[in-house]
């Protein structure tokens, strides 16, 4: 049974001033292709960052988005209008060129919390049949608190429980036991059901060298080769960024498996 922590990420809330600008986003926006969002809306906007942190409250049994209890203003939420016969055909959701598995309930609607930095930010949804929408914004508060590091890990088998585990040149561990290390990283959610994604980000970098491991749990599809895609980001959205991916087979329940090690 994995335990009960505080973690993950939250938007900073929108200053009444600024909402009036770029609109409420109470009201769903369609796309003539299949999907709408309705959050956030495209423009211009200022955050307040005496209210943003990088931590949630997860709930279990751990759903894959654990985004009950957000105000609106910190969640990415819309509907996919054709939903698909199959639960092994997850939406895809790609936040500022970083593409992951987004999960859907039975009527289309998604929701998921999520951390940007200042600058011109980026949301595409693409459903399991190439139909898509997309939204882009500029969160002008520059003090806004940045990710320094973004490890993103997704999987590609249904009811699968990976777990990312993060170990950082002062050797502390984030993973599902401790999402929240002593410098100010975490992991967000405990996917447990399959598709991920896990997210591991810090506004307050280590410079050293990191380890990044995937621990193939269980689940229904154990007796199958999973295979985790692992999405580095430095630097998130600063002419300084840089991004990498590794692509690593999981061949056996319990298996521990270096995916990636990178310097900061």
Request: aromatic content about 10%; hydrophobic content about 35%; cysteine-free.
């Amino acid at each position: 049974m994995h335990n009960n922590k505080i973690t993950g990420f939250r938007f900073l809330s929108i200053a009444g001033a600024v909402m009036a600008l770029v609109g409420s986003g109470l009201v769903m926006q369609a796309d003539a292709e299949g999907a709408t969002a309705s959050r956030p809306t495209n423009g211009w906007r200022f955050s307040d960052s005496s209210q943003g942190n990088f931590s949630q409250t997860v709930n279990y049994p751990a759903t894959h988005t654990n985004s009950g209890g957000h105000a609106w203003s910190a969640l990415i939420e819309g509907q996919i209008k054709a939903v698909p016969k199959s639960k092994d055909q997850p939406a895809t959701m790609v936040a500022n060129g970083v593409a992951m598995p987004l999960s859907i309930d039975e009527s289309g609607h998604y929701q998921r919390p999520y951390a940007f930095g200042s600058g011109s930010n980026s949301i595409e949804v693409r459903t399991a049949n190439g139909d898509k929408t997309r939204r882009q914004f500029y969160e002008a508060n520059a003090g806004k608190v940045p990710a320094k590091i973004r490890v993103v890990m997704s999987w590609d088998t249904n009811h699968t429980d990976v777990d990312l585990h993060v170990v950082t040149p002062n050797r502390e561990h984030a993973w599902y036991g401790q999402r929240t290390i002593p410098s100010g990283g975490s992991i967000d959610i405990d996917a447990t059901d399959g598709y991920g994604p896990e997210i591991f980000a810090t506004p307050n970098a280590v410079h050293g060298t990191y380890l990044i491991y995937a621990n193939y749990y269980g689940g229904e599809s154990s007796k199958v080769i999973t295979t985790v895609t692992v999405t580095v980001t430095t630097n998130e959205n600063t002419p300084n960024e840089k991004q990498q991916t590794y692509i690593v087979p999981l061949r056996k329940v319990g298996e521990l498996t270096q995916v990636a090690q990178f310097i900061y």
